[in-house]
């Protein structure tokens, strides 16, 4: 390998034969598909089928670090993983912060590949100079702060863990993988946990220090010079208020999910669960990830009632809304204490809020009975129960099993006009980010592809407010109209799949890490001269890859939709819009190069290189 930037080797590990391996990382493929989501999109892609089982030992579960990880660069310090989803059954992908991925790096690898299913619980420990597959059977039924201190005084203090807990080994649908215990970074969407948990896999411990060696250092401190005070400077809202610091401003426009997102405003309870309410009732400190400055985490301390004394990470913005107002409650420390629980069991937030609002309605609607939840009144701002229904969906007990298997499959279940009512795209519950409130955020909903996803494109913040100046499309000034929408989705798109592969937060946006100083950073770590085409043009490669595994297991236009509540009911409140999803649809399909099916055409196949990916 001559490209520098990338240490040139994958790992793989095949729990079955408990046989480890590595393989050489060639330059072809990484000028292809970069690193991080890019490269685990191709393995993926290459070794499963459309027959592949998610719980199943064929299942991969890939973790990969781009080229830009282990180095100076802003916000760098991520690993993404991809997997088939249990949860949905299509392409499945999630990223996450803290250190995890700064130290795999440096343990010598680019990508970890594991399948199989081990017979008794293990863990692996990966270093730099060895990997071993270690009993977990002590660690079996362990929450996950637990486990995690646990292997650090067996691994040692400087090493980092990626860790399941009850809900992962339980195989809940969306289950997570949480990294460094209480302030650590969540691989949260999709279900990793429940993989993990299929394959016998407790955790994936880390302790490298293998340096990256870049190729224009002189480059890459230019860069970072330049980019330093903007970095500093501008994400103020977000290093004080952290994610939640924006409950209220979503709330204000209708962006906000409020009782499993059929009301239009709840200004008096948004108010209370808000980032400055808890900045001013519970915070403790603010911490960061690696190579990060922005410093959006924090701890908090819930002061009175029966969760004083106890520290804990604070919930996201996502949390807010989903454990919060999407379920009525405006308690804040009852969503302190449900996001710890999540994080202590390994469950999705977003998954378990929206499940449990779901329910929620279910339960007013008569669909469900205290008698099914064991005597428990599922009652809309019932904060005992949500934590009651949290604890019970981690150890799948009762009626709560069939919430473990996520909204669409539990309303199949319950049966009824229970799918009237069920909030999900692909399978994938939604994050706090409603498409009636933003068009962009709409047609991203609908067309990520993951299921529901605002990560995918991004554009919630850069519709009637935020511009990116080099992305090379105009600015969004209106947010009810179609004009320009298909074409932002599409270029916002392609931007964060390279945001993956490097793999950088896209938090660094609002910091000026925009298009230049990312190609920038890439080409200093790398020695390439990427320019903003060919930057442009990988993106669309590594997009097009994901929808082509998923075309192979059936998705098509049919699925390129949104939830029945949000295509047929106005909320009021601050938004009183239907999004005209199937117009922004055939102008992004058109700019895809994708035919009326929402199928890649073999001459845009072939334009990005992907001839022998062709599954029809």
Same mark, same amino acid.
């Given at each position: 390998?001559? /490209?520098?930037?990338?240490?040139?080797?994958?790992?793989?590990?095949?729990?079955?034969?408990?046989?480890?391996?590595?393989?050489?990382?060639?330059?072809?493929?990484?000028?292809?598909?970069? =690193?991080?989501? @890019?490269?685990?999109?191709?393995?993926?892609?290459?070794?499963?089928?459309?027959?592949?089982?998610?719980?199943?030992?064929? !299942?991969?579960?890939?973790?990969?670090?781009?080229?830009?990880?282990?180095?100076?660069?802003?916000?760098?310090?991520?690993?993404?993983?991809?997997?088939?989803?249990?949860?949905? +059954?299509?392409?499945?992908?999630?990223?996450?912060?803290?250190?995890?991925?700064?130290?795999?790096?440096?343990?010598?690898?680019?990508?970890?590949?594991?399948?199989?299913?081990?017979?008794?619980?293990?863990?692996?420990?990966?270093?730099?100079?060895?990997?071993?597959?270690?009993?977990?059977?002590?660690?079996?039924?362990?929450?996950?702060?637990?486990?995690?201190?646990?292997?650090?005084?067996?691994?040692?203090?400087?090493?980092?863990?990626?860790?399941?807990?009850?809900?992962?080994?339980?195989?809940?649908?969306?289950?997570?993988?949480?990294?460094?215990?209480?302030?650590?970074?969540?691989?949260?969407?999709?279900?990793?946990?429940?993989?993990?948990?299929?394959?016998?896999?407790?955790?994936?411990?880390?302790?490298?220090?293998?340096?990256?060696?870049?190729?224009? #250092?002189?480059?890459?401190?230019?860069?970072?010079?330049?980019?330093?005070?903007?970095?500093?400077?501008?994400?103020?809202?977000?290093?004080?208020?952290?994610? $939640?610091?924006?409950? #209220? @401003?979503?709330?204000?426009?209708?962006?906000?999910?409020?009782?499993?997102?059929?009301?239009? /405003?709840?200004?008096?309870?948004?108010?209370?669960?808000? +980032?400055?309410?808890?900045?001013?009732?519970?915070?403790?400190?603010? &911490?960061?990830?690696?190579?990060?400055?922005? !410093?959006?985490?924090?701890?908090?301390?819930? #002061?009175?009632?029966? &969760?004083?004394?106890?520290?804990?990470?604070?919930?996201?913005?996502?949390?807010?809304?989903?454990?919060?107002?999407?379920?009525?409650?405006?308690?804040?420390?009852?969503?302190?204490? *449900?996001? #710890?629980?999540?994080?202590?069991?390994?469950?999705?937030?977003?998954?378990?809020? %929206?499940?449990?609002?779901?329910?929620?309605?279910?339960?007013?609607?008569?669909?469900? $009975?205290?008698?099914?939840?064991?005597?428990?009144?599922?009652?809309?701002?019932?904060?005992? *129960?949500?934590?009651?229904?949290?604890?019970?969906?981690?150890?799948?007990?009762?009626?709560?099993?069939?919430?473990?298997?996520?909204?669409?499959?539990?309303?199949?279940?319950?049966? @009824?006009?229970?799918?009237?009512?069920?909030?999900?795209?692909?399978?994938?519950?939604?994050?706090?980010?409603?498409?009636?409130?933003?068009?962009?955020?709409?047609? =991203?909903?609908?067309?990520?592809?993951?299921?529901?996803?605002?990560?995918?494109?991004?554009?919630?913040?850069?519709?009637?407010?935020?511009?990116?100046?080099?992305?090379?499309?105009? =600015?969004?000034?209106?947010?009810?109209?179609?004009?320009?929408?298909?074409?932002?989705?599409?270029?916002?798109?392609?931007?964060?799949?390279?945001?993956?592969?490097?793999?950088?937060?896209?938090?660094?946006?609002?910091?000026?890490?925009?298009?230049?100083?990312?190609?920038?950073?890439?080409? *200093?770590?790398?020695?390439?001269?990427?320019?903003?085409?060919?930057?442009?043009?990988?993106?669309?490669?590594?997009?097009?890859?994901?929808?082509?595994? !998923?075309?192979?297991?059936?998705?098509?236009?049919?699925?390129?939709?949104?939830?029945?509540?949000?295509?047929?009911?106005?909320?009021?409140?601050?938004?009183?819009?239907?999004?005209?999803?199937?117009?922004?649809? %055939?102008?992004?399909?058109?700019?895809?190069?994708?035919?009326?099916?929402?199928?890649?055409?073999?001459?845009?196949?072939?334009?990005?290189?992907?001839?022998?990916?062709?599954?029809?």
């Amino acid at each position: 390998m001559k /490209s520098k930037g990338f240490m040139g080797k994958i790992l793989r590990v095949d729990l079955d034969t408990r046989r480890v391996s590595t393989e050489e990382l060639s330059d072809t493929v990484v000028e292809k598909y970069i =690193g991080g989501n @890019g490269l685990g999109t191709k393995i993926l892609y290459e070794e499963t089928t459309n027959m592949t089982e998610p719980l199943g030992p064929d !299942n991969l579960l890939i973790i990969a670090v781009g080229p830009v990880t282990g180095t100076r660069a802003f916000n760098s310090d991520r690993f993404d993983a991809v997997t088939m989803s249990p949860l949905t +059954g299509i392409y499945a992908e999630s990223n996450a912060g803290g250190y995890w991925g700064g130290v795999f790096k440096k343990c010598g690898y680019d990508a970890l590949v594991i399948c199989g299913k081990s017979a008794e619980p293990v863990y692996l420990s990966i270093t730099d100079k060895r990997v071993e597959i270690k009993n977990a059977k002590s660690l079996w039924g362990k929450e996950t702060f637990e486990a995690t201190e646990i292997l650090r005084e067996m691994e040692g203090k400087t090493c980092r863990a990626a860790v399941i807990g009850p809900a992962g080994e339980a195989l809940v649908r969306f289950a997570s993988v949480i990294t460094d215990g209480m302030h650590g970074r969540t691989l949260g969407r999709c279900g990793f946990g429940a993989v993990m948990g299929s394959k016998n896999l407790k955790a994936v411990v880390v302790n490298g220090n293998r340096p990256t060696e870049i190729a224009d #250092e002189e480059k890459m401190a230019s860069t970072l010079k330049k980019l330093g005070p903007l970095m500093r400077d501008q994400p103020t809202a977000l290093r004080i208020g952290g994610t $939640s610091g924006g409950v #209220e @401003g979503s709330e204000s426009i209708g962006n906000l999910p409020i009782k499993n997102w059929n009301q239009g /405003s709840w200004p008096e309870g948004a108010k209370k669960i808000t +980032g400055m309410t808890m900045v001013e009732e519970a915070l403790v400190k603010r &911490y960061h990830c690696g190579q990060c400055v922005i !410093n959006c985490g924090r701890v908090v301390r819930a #002061e009175g009632g029966p &969760y004083e004394g106890q520290e804990m990470a604070g919930p996201e913005y996502e949390t807010m809304g989903l454990l919060g107002s999407n379920c009525m409650i405006d308690h804040l420390r009852t969503v302190l204490k *449900a996001n #710890e629980l999540c994080n202590r069991y390994g469950l999705d937030t977003i998954s378990t809020g %929206s499940v449990i609002g779901f329910a929620m309605e279910a339960f007013e609607r008569g669909l469900i $009975s205290s008698q099914d939840l064991d005597g428990i009144e599922l009652t809309w701002g019932n904060g005992p *129960a949500l934590l009651k229904v949290i604890d019970r969906i981690a150890r799948r007990e009762g009626f709560c099993r069939v919430l473990g298997e996520g909204v669409r499959k539990a309303a199949e279940q319950i049966g @009824g006009n229970a799918c009237e009512f069920a909030v999900e795209v692909k399978g994938l519950e939604p994050p706090a980010h409603d498409g009636r409130a933003r068009f962009t955020v709409a047609l =991203g909903l609908a067309t990520a592809n993951r299921g529901a996803c605002h990560l995918g494109a991004f554009t919630h913040d850069f519709e009637e407010g935020l511009v990116i100046e080099d992305l090379g499309t105009p =600015g969004l000034p209106k947010r009810f109209t179609t004009e320009g929408k298909a074409e932002n989705v599409f270029m916002m798109q392609n931007l964060m799949c390279m945001f993956d592969s490097l793999s950088c937060c896209k938090f660094g946006l609002y910091g000026g890490l925009t298009v230049n100083p990312l190609i920038d950073f890439l080409n *200093a770590a790398t020695g390439w001269d990427l320019d903003h085409t060919a930057f442009f043009e990988t993106g669309e490669r590594i997009f097009n890859l994901k929808r082509l595994f !998923n075309v192979r297991v059936g998705v098509s236009r049919k699925d390129d939709t949104l939830p029945l509540r949000m295509l047929t009911h106005r909320r009021g409140g601050g938004t009183n819009e239907l999004p005209p999803l199937n117009i922004m649809l %055939s102008e992004y399909y058109q700019c895809r190069g994708w035919n009326e099916f929402g199928i890649p055409t073999r001459e845009r196949i072939r334009k990005l290189g992907l001839d022998n990916y062709i599954p029809y």
